[in-house]
């Protein structure tokens, strides 16, 4: 176990005669031994989950302590458990052009849940590559975007929602339009400023900020924000992230691709040796199934600590979409668990269990996915 | 050396430092040698690397404090007698300052780690490594204690640098469009440990042009990329287009192995002719000189029997127009077939002396890919071959058939590219058909790529998947002495998923090194 985690396993067997007492419940389902993604991004070995019949987790003991009477899901050597993945801002569950906003400036009615479409079965296929949540938000075409929308993936006739809709807004270059107010980046930013500063963006949930290129970044960080919102940036080498030195700030960056855009990496690299959070957004369904891991693996590549890459991979998504019980293995949380063959930054890890509320999920042989032959 | 160029004499190569913080060799010319004038002898230029550095007045140009004549010659001849006998041994041996990698950690082929190693590099090349290596004298410490050396990995399946770059002709090299000085790229790869690329050319389908074989090492002139060969193989792409445009592709090219075969039979045709022709000439040389006797012995005649008739002689005017006409009739020199560069790379593929590289990935690409292999009976690698489960048997019967594979990254949409088995390779390996791995883009993606293979095959370690790509030519492999291409990893990259290289070092020069943390992700 990495030093750093002391203090989370202290707290753990701090609580274990609480655990003890969930554990005699005949239907909990305990997986052991196996190492745990913790919340802080760090991997604690030789653990035990327990999983309450209610499909939350009961407790996360060292894997010694647990009662072996319980039902056992024998983890296999090597085998890590992380919450589940998520797709942060693609466009999984909705069809080709359903994300598509109006023309209404600030449109605070617009809420992304109307377009998904719960019985796709491309939420089965995602979660079979451990990615178990979907947060989807209107096209930002306006200043104020609607609401976002988290959702379980799960192909089911009606859709599970995880989290409340959070505020979108855009600062770039979408909000541009020939045919209505602002035309101009210098109107844009006008607009912004009386919004924060006297309108209705006054005292209310900052949100998330959709702000792709240096110029909008840079406009971004000068508005007076009483408190800082989630930034979605894509980055380039004149990004000034180092203005979020010391501010708690929580970046979106992403997704990165192989033979992508190395500016982007770097930026992001930049942000978090600044202390900035980093969460890596999603490209579901046009990006490969693994795009988030492999995402997690360019970043690390290019210099960022396995830590924050599994933070951004896992707990900080959901403290972008305020989550609860989402993202973390810890007691209340959903028991929405993934069982990779290793570490999950590491590119030889597969995916060998899913559970999703508790539910075990049908994987196929060995753990392997065998991609879905198309007719041609 | 002694160099006797320009009437100047070359007395002697050292390892010296310039000033410039450069170590280089430097050939001192003197003006000839001359017993009586030797006191007088002055220093006339410093060459370094064969670039003219400093003319006798920069580097001094004072008179040499010579040694006594005698003992000089002695000294010079020995050297002489040295350096002839084994100029680059020597020159290594006692000019070249000596490299060391102290401290580092080496991951055997068995899994096993040489720990606290030594590795010394001479001229570029490992000359000693392991734990027992003891540094030489006066040579340059590198110290790299904890990191772990590998050899560099090649990328099979490279497009580095060639990100506009289109040809579509067989003469066509992937070389010349490789840019050099495109240094972010490289430094990019290098970063990943990859240190010797097989650059693919690019083109809209067909013939695209020959692989080539490079190192990434640095230039004297500037810039990376050290050629190694031009002719690994010539690239076919089956892939590229909408499926019409990839059968009208098939057609051109089997068209176009089909004309190169017939050049082939113009080509032995023209020479059986031209010997034909050459025979010819002869018979008609000697009928000529016979033909010459014989008016010779007429002339004779004609000067016995001076009075003829008029008619006679209009007969012999005849005669003598007939044999004019009869000397231009002569043996016809046959016509030589137009040169044809691209049609004489084909004829090498057609008699086995350089491999074709062809690009398919869906079945029916690989079945026409089948197709021309069996036709023309070439000896062939498969690229990309990602449906290559639906024609493993027909791909079993082939000969001199293997594949050169790409990770491919699964997609939650249907019909959005080919879809790979994911036991393709345990398919292959039990039909006996040999495969590799290349990155297929920038080779950035290389170590990943085999680290996600490796995962699927469930192997213990990426590591010795990664060494294996390439390990056939005289490059690759694991780190041994001769090596040239050393990575250092920050952990070790046969156990650690997320070990990054630390340093790159070919031909016993650092070509990238991770910068400090504080600069790292900065441009």
């Known amino acids: ?376 | 050396m002694i160099h006797r160029g320009r009437k100047r004499f070359c007395f002697a190569g050292a390892r010296v430092n310039l000033g410039s913080g450069d170590d280089c060799t430097v050939w001192v010319f003197f003006e000839p040698i001359d017993r009586r004038k030797l006191p007088k002898m002055k220093c006339n230029r410093v060459f370094s690397r064969g670039v003219s550095k400093r003319s006798a007045s920069q580097c001094g140009g004072g008179h040499l404090q010579p040694l006594p004549s005698g003992l000089t010659l002695l000294l010079a001849s020995l050297t002489m007698l040295l350096v002839w006998g084994h100029p680059g041994t020597v020159e290594a041996q006692f000019f070249e300052r000596a490299l060391v990698l102290e401290g580092v950690h080496i991951p055997g082929p068995d899994g096993r780690v040489l720990e606290d190693s030594n590795i010394i590099l001479r001229g570029g090349r490992i000359v000693e490594l392991g734990p027992d290596s003891d540094a030489p004298m006066m040579s340059k410490k590198i110290k790299v204690k904890g990191l772990f050396a590998t050899a560099g990995l090649t990328d099979l399946s490279s497009t580095l640098t060639l990100d506009d770059v289109r040809s579509s002709s067989a003469i066509h090299s992937a070389w010349d469009g490789f840019d050099r000085y495109d240094s972010q790229q490289i430094l990019r790869t290098l970063a990943s440990g990859v240190t010797r690329i097989h650059l693919i050319p690019m083109g809209p389908g067909g013939i695209v042009g020959r692989v080539s074989s490079l190192s990434l090492g640095s230039r004297d002139e500037g810039g990376y990329g050290i050629l190694h060969s031009e002719d690994v193989a010539l690239c076919i792409d089956l892939n590229s287009g909408t499926p019409l445009e990839r059968i009208r592709t098939y057609e051109k090219v089997r068209g176009a192995l089909k004309s190169a075969q017939n050049r082939r039979e113009t080509v032995d045709d023209y020479t059986s002719d031209l010997e034909e022709y050459i025979e010819e000439l002869v018979e008609a040389a000697k009928k000529k000189d016979e033909e010459k006797d014989e008016e010779k012995d007429e002339e004779k005649d004609e000067k016995k029997d001076e009075k003829k008739d008029e008619k006679e002689k209009d007969e012999k005017d005849k005669d003598e127009k007939d044999k004019d006409s009869k000397k231009e009739d002569g043996p016809k020199k046959p016509d030589r077939p137009e040169r044809d560069p691209a049609a004489e790379i084909l004829l090498q593929v057609l008699d086995h002396e350089l491999p074709v590289m062809i690009t398919a990935r869906r079945s029916a690409d690989l079945q026409n890919a089948i197709d021309l292999i069996e036709e023309f009976q070439l000896s062939a690698i498969l690229r990309g071959a990602d449906e290559a489960h639906l024609v493993l048997e027909e791909l079993a019967e082939l000969e001199k058939v293997s594949l050169l594979l790409e990770v491919p990254r699964p997609s939650l949409m249907r019909g959005a590219g080919p879809r790979r088995d994911p036991h393709l390779i345990a398919q292959l390996d039990e039909e006996g058909i040999s495969w590799a791995v290349g990155s297929g883009g920038q080779s950035t993606s290389l170590w990943r790529s085999i680290q996600q293979l490796s995962g699927q095959l469930s192997t213990a370690s990426p590591l010795p998947l990664a060494l294996a790509q390439g390990a056939q030519g005289p490059f690759g492999g694991w780190l041994r002495r001769g090596a040239t291409e050393v990575v250092l990893w920050e952990g070790n990259p046969a156990e650690d998923p997320l070990a990054r290289p630390n340093r790159v070092i070919i031909n016993g020069t650092v070509v990238w090194q991770r910068p400090s943390g504080t600069r790292e992700g900065s441009f």
């Open chain 1, 1 to 376: 176990m990495k030093s750093g985690n002391r203090w989370w396993l202290m707290i753990l067997t701090g609580s274990i005669g609480w655990c003890t007492t969930v554990e005699g419940s005949e239907s909990s389902v305990v997986i052991r031994p196996v190492a745990v993604v913790a919340p802080d991004g760090s991997i604690c070995e030789q653990m035990a989950v327990v999983i309450h019949s209610d499909g939350t987790i009961a407790a996360v003991i060292p894997a010694d302590q647990a009662d072996p009477a319980l039902t056992t899901v024998h983890a296999a050597a090597g085998s890590v458990l992380t919450p589940g993945l998520h797709d942060l801002f693609g466009a999984l569950g909705c069809g080709q052009d359903a994300l598509l906003a109006g023309t209404v400036l600030f449109d605070s009615q617009l809420d992304a849940a109307a377009a998904f479409d719960p019985t796709t079965g491309a939420l089965d296929q995602a979660a079979r590559h451990g990615v178990l949540y979907t947060t989807v938000a209107a096209v930002p075409s306006g200043i104020r975007n609607g609401s976002s929308a988290t959702f379980l993936c799960k192909s089911a006739a009606t859709a599970h929602t995880v989290a409340a809709g959070r505020p979108m807004y855009a600062l770039a270059d979408s909000v541009l339009q020939s045919s209505r107010e602002p035309t101009s980046r210098s109107a844009m930013v006008s607009l912004w400023k009386d919004y924060i500063v006297e309108g209705a963006g006054k005292n209310r949930d900052p949100g998330i900020l959709f702000c792709p290129d240096a110029i909008d970044f840079r406009q971004s960080l000068s508005l007076r924000w009483k408190s800082l919102p989630v930034l979605v940036h894509q980055g380039d080498a004149r990004s000034p992230v180092e203005r979020l030195a010391g501010k708690g700030a929580l970046m979106v960056v992403g997704p990165f691709l192989e033979n992508g855009n190395p500016a982007a990496v770097a930026t992001a690299v930049r942000a978090a040796r600044t202390g900035t959070e980093l969460a890596f957004r999603g490209g579901l369904p046009a990006a490969p199934a693994n795009h988030l891991r492999g995402s997690a693996a360019i970043a690390v590549a290019a210099g960022l600590d396995g830590d924050a890459a599994r933070r951004a991979l896992f707990s900080n998504p959901a403290r972008v979409v305020v989550g609860e019980g989402i993202g973390v293995i810890e007691p209340g949380a959903r028991a929405d668990l993934v069982l990779f063959s290793a570490d999950p930054i590491d590119p030889a890890a597969r995916v060998l269990q899913v559970w999703r509320g508790g539910q075990q999920m049908g994987m196929k042989t060995n753990g392997s996915i065998r991609e879905l032959g198309g007719i041609r």
